[in-house]
């Protein structure tokens, strides 16, 4: 079993669509995690991040981790054409090697005006 | 803002060829990484380091070496360049603090064709 699995996609959705990506992990030492977006060509840029399980606001956007069932989101609401990219989804435990971190393989969301 | 370059944005080299990317980061950060990110495979690490003149091997180090002489400065060398290192080459940095709010930031990346 992979320690994390993302859907890959692609997603395409219209302009104002809600958007949910998700992403599962199976090592329980995972604590912290981050959402990446990454526009095409371009490097990773930090999105959200979480430590907790809850949920997480920023603007348009919502993270919410399920540590019980190992299992993470990003929601992104009244989405945009500049949501365009690729979202990472990515895992780092609390101790040991924690500067490492573990990424999903990316979810490709298109939004179309 | 954390700010973290590369030398290159893209770069055209012929198998066998020694190549350098280069990687520097204004944040003081103690440590640095190097990943490869292809099409389906995602980003996979190829080295980092959490100190000067320290590395340590990710978990794609072969065909690849690293050196940092410097804290701000992290390269990668592909000693003899072959066609299956064409690939999309990710530079990051973070503080060595166990602070739980650290993370990586990204450089812009660097396109390596090798023909």
């Known amino acids: 079993q992979k320690e994390v699995e993302q859907d890959p996609g692609p997603l395409s959705v219209p302009e104002g669509a809600i958007v949910s990506l998700n992403c599962t992990y199976s090592n329980s030492a995972f604590q912290y995690f981050m959402w990446y977006r990454q526009y095409s060509r371009k490097g990773p840029e930090l999105l959200m991040y979480t430590y907790s399980s809850g949920n997480k606001e920023d603007g348009r956007f919502t993270a919410q981790v399920d540590k019980s069932s190992k299992y993470i989101s990003l929601f992104i609401r009244d989405s945009q054409p500049s949501d365009s990219a690729t979202y990472l989804c990515a895992l780092r435990n609390s101790g040991g090697s924690n500067y490492k971190l573990t990424f999903g393989k990316g979810t490709l969301l298109t939004v179309n005006p | ?115």
Request: hydrophobic share 30%.
């Open chain 2, 1 to 115: 803002d954390v700010k973290v370059t590369q030398s290159s944005r893209y770069l055209v080299k012929r198998t066998g060829e020694k190549v350098f990317l280069e990687c520097v980061q204004d944040m003081d950060h103690e440590n640095m990484f190097w990943y490869r990110q292809d099409p389906g495979l995602g980003l996979r690490l190829i080295y980092f380091s959490y100190d000067v003149k320290m590395k340590e091997k990710g978990d794609i180090p072969e065909g690849y070496s690293v050196s940092r002489e410097k804290k701000e400065r992290f390269s990668l060398i592909l000693e003899s360049a072959s066609t299956n290192q064409t690939s999309m080459y990710l530079c990051a940095s973070s503080f060595l603090s166990r602070s739980s709010r650290e993370t990586q930031y990204f450089g812009p990346g660097t396109r390596l064709l090798v023909l």
